[in-house]
């Protein structure tokens, strides 16, 4: 069935460090990809997304590309900040059901 | 827009008893809802699917008599506990989907203890 792996963490980050965590992804079809952040003792928010190949989802200075001949999801960003810390998690929707596949979840904290 | 809200953000309780959380869609209607369970530092795992006016499918290995979900209206599932028992403490997160794009709008969740 559709799923998605994601790198483990935990990460810990010096501020202004360049963040990079590994989304890849097993699907037929073609999903829409998701990254969503969990703040502690929050639910999720979405963080950004893409519904094609090729398509870059970007916000708060994150990004990601949908690259379908690698089938991953990468969420990058190039200088993280303190309020950057949070939990990561990659999913993607499946098109069949519109139910949405997490991965395990990335803990990330940065350091001042 | 496209606000989710959960009622309660927390709740104890004695085993045995029942617990009811309300998933509400404040500003757009969601013909399906969808109930999560997150276990401390552990990804989300999808209990059930509610539609609206119709029963609600659970995922495998959920038992339907003990977490009982109702999708009343357009704007409101609730999600029943029943018989809790301290096994069942965790952070249960709905999420509504308005079917409109793809995009799935989560509440803010509920921490269950059960002591």
């Known amino acids: 069935g559709d799923s998605v792996t994601q790198m483990e963490g935990p990460v810990t980050l010096s501020e202004e460090a360049f963040l990079t965590i590994n989304c890849t992804y097993t699907?037929?079809?073609?999903?829409?990809l998701f990254w969503y952040v969990q703040y502690p003792g929050e639910g999720l928010q979405l963080l950004l997304k893409a519904t094609k190949a090729d398509d870059k989802g970007s916000n708060k200075g994150f990004e990601a590309t949908y690259r379908k001949e690698t089938t991953s999801f990468h969420l990058e960003k190039g200088s993280v900040q303190v309020s950057d810390s949070a939990v990561y998690f990659c999913a993607l929707l499946r098109s069949n059901d519109y139910k949405l596949s997490f991965g395990a979840g990335t803990t990330v904290t940065v350091r001042a | 827009g496209a606000v989710v809200s959960q009622h309660p953000s927390w709740v104890i309780c004695k085993s045995g008893t029942s617990v009811k959380i309300e998933c509400r869609s404040l500003?757009?209607?969601?013909?399906?809802m969808f109930w999560y369970r997150q276990f401390p530092k552990q990804s989300l795992m999808l209990m059930a699917t509610s539609n609206e006016g119709s029963k609600a499918t659970y995922e495998q290995g959920v038992e339907k008599d003990k977490f009982l979900i109702n999708h009343a209206s357009l704007t409101l599932s609730t999600l029943t506990v029943t018989s809790a028992h301290p096994e069942d403490s965790s952070f249960y997160i709905c999420?509504?989907?308005?079917?409109?794009?793809?995009?799935?709008?989560f509440g803010p969740g509920t921490r269950l203890t059960v002591t």
């Open positions: 999420s509504a989907f308005p079917g409109r794009t793809y995009e799935q709008y």
């Open positions: 699907a037929t079809g073609y999903p829409s």
């Open positions: 500003d757009f209607q969601a013909t399906t």
